[in-house]
């Protein structure tokens, strides 16, 4: 039973670009939340998805960041016009509806953005 | 805005020995969570505590939280090399329990 899976596992982009990560949640999860960890600081809290929507997204910048979990395919995470201070890893958990968190959610390897 | 600061930062120490960190807040948390991370990887999930008081076992490993719930620790004995990584608490306020409050993380090294 393969695992949550994010790809690519690093990503290099210049400042300007558009970055996007994906994040295919373990088999039977139909919930998405995405994490980010800059340098020198903890995981926070950026978006929480179900299958087409979006349940509470108070952790995103309000600009350039969106994200979507399309009813086929993988949970997007997408950077539009990437800036240094974007740099850092970014983690996908995915739990099951229903599921405590507490026990149930399962974080992926992450993404390491890099922005030159 | 609820903080959880883990003490301390770094930590080194020989196989064999003992250790404890801390995790502190000055807010209450519903339940608390330690994961530990590898250079690379994702954090993996070691233990929740829901009751303030409740002390859980993980074969070496014990986790305290406490009475108030608002602070936590976990007490290795006799640390192994495979204990290496980064622990990190992470606490869920009440009602948005997927919304995880995150330390900033204790780096233990164990050395051979």
């Known amino acids: 039973n393969a695992g949550v899976m994010q790809n690519p596992r690093h990503l290099v982009r210049r400042r300007g670009q558009e970055a996007r990560l994906r994040c295919s949640p373990m088999?039977?999860?139909?919930?998405v939340y995405w994490y980010r960890q800059l340098p020198e600081e903890g995981l926070k809290f950026m978006v929480y998805?179900?299958?087409?929507?979006?349940?509470?997204e108070s952790g995103m910048p309000k600009e350039r960041f969106s994200a979507e979990f399309p009813k086929e395919g993988p949970s997007i995470l997408r950077i539009q016009q990437v800036v240094r201070g974007d740099s850092a890893a970014y983690f996908c958990a995915s739990s099951k509806p229903g599921a405590s968190w507490n026990t149930e959610a399962f974080f992926g390897q992450g993404t390491r953005l890099t922005v030159v | 805005t609820q903080l959880l600061e883990q003490s301390p930062q770094f930590l080194s120490i020989q196989e064999g020995e003992n250790l404890t960190v801390y995790c502190n807040s000055s807010?209450?948390?519903?339940?608390l969570q330690w994961y530990r991370q590898e250079p690379g990887e994702g954090p993996v999930l070691l233990v929740t505590?829901?009751?303030?008081?409740e002390v859980k076992k993980l074969k070496r490993l014990t986790f305290q939280f406490g009475d108030a719930r608002k602070d936590s620790s976990l007490h290795i004995t006799a640390a192994q090399t495979g204990d290496t990584g980064l622990y990190l608490c992470?606490?869920?306020?009440?009602?948005?329990?997927?919304?995880?409050?995150f330390g900033k993380g204790t780096l233990l090294t164990v050395n051979p």
């Open positions: 807010s209450v948390f519903s339940s």
């Open positions: 992470a606490g869920a306020p009440g009602g948005s329990n997927y919304k995880l409050t």
């Open positions: 505590v829901v009751t303030g008081g």
């Open positions: 088999k039977g999860h139909s919930h």
């Open positions: 998805l179900q299958k087409e929507n979006i349940i509470d």
